[in-house]
């Protein structure tokens, strides 16, 4: 029996590769987490090399988040009682501005195979159509893996690599993931989508948890590390992360950026050459 999901949004997810909205945590408890962020912005805690990647192993109360037993619950319904996070970062864009994100899939960087993985998109401000939010092409989880176009970099997309997949998009019709303050949208690894711009006044910013199953594998030769949040790690495929003590706890930092540098070889070594672009 599912622990939080319905049967019908279970279906939903293995039909269209994607759900929303969850609600993962209250509005009033959400504009507390959104002072966090700012205050560990306003520090520089979350610029430079690295800085927005894996900071789940930074930040006690991002960890927290992305093991929300709530949340982890969703997560089991859809890939089992074995869970391992690998990675999160922060998507935000100014109201009025010009950033997008090209139509792109998340397992391309990853390269995890079977690609049993899947994305949580946790909303920190309204994510609506008018703000930029992001937009599924329902069913493309199924195409698998696909090829990539010209890569589309410039200082507008906010994907670092300029991923754009070699898919025609206009023969799918777009959903727009429309979503509160503290609820997420969770798609598939394969499944396409993007973003259009901010047309609001307001920001839009949200935070991204990558989950999968600790038995699959990565294409290339680098090894990478993954927390294992549920469960247990049978196969030891990832280099095991431990939690943060505190944010600025020296053992807790050095560990942080250890597994950054692993994953940015790993998507180097996939492919991504300008990991870097934002730093």
């Not at 009682?81 to 899939?105: E, R």
């Not at 680098?222 to 247990?232: F, K």
Request: net charge negative.
């Amino acid at each position: 029996m599912p622990k939080a999901l319905t049967e019908a949004q279970i279906a939903g997810y293995e039909r269209d590769g994607f759900l929303f909205p969850v609600r993962v945590m209250s509005e009033e408890d959400t504009v507390g987490f959104h002072r966090l962020l700012a205050e560990a912005e306003a520090a520089g805690k979350l610029r430079g090399k690295g800085g927005q990647t894996k900071f789940y192993l930074r930040f006690p109360w991002v960890h927290a988040l992305a093991t929300n037993p709530a949340l982890l619950d969703m997560v089991e319904d859809l890939i089992g009682p074995d869970i391992m996070l690998y990675h999160n970062t922060m998507w935000a864009k100014s109201g009025g501005g010009h950033a997008y994100v090209s139509w792109h899939q998340d397992n391309t960087y990853f390269g995890h195979d079977p690609c049993e993985v899947l994305t949580v998109w946790f909303a920190i401000t309204p994510a609506t159509t008018e703000s930029g939010c992001m937009q599924f092409l329902p069913g493309t989880h199924r195409l698998g893996q696909l090829a990539l176009k010209q890569p589309d970099i410039n200082d507008a997309n906010l994907l670092s690599s300029g991923q754009t997949v070699d898919f025609d998009s206009a023969t799918v019709d777009p959903v727009p993931v429309e979503l509160r303050p503290g609820e997420a949208s969770i798609h598939h690894a394969f499944l396409i989508h993007g973003s259009l711009p901010n047309r609001s006044s307001e920001p839009r910013m949200g935070m991204t948890f990558i989950y999968h199953r600790p038995g699959l594998r990565q294409m290339g030769e680098a090894r990478t590390s993954a927390l294992l949040v549920r469960g247990e790690d049978r196969f030891n495929n990832f280099d095991h992360e431990s939690p943060p003590v505190r944010e600025d706890d020296p053992e807790t930092v050095s560990r942080y950026r250890h597994a950054v540098s692993l994953y940015r070889e790993k998507v180097r070594e996939l492919g991504n050459r300008t990991i870097e672009r934002f730093d």
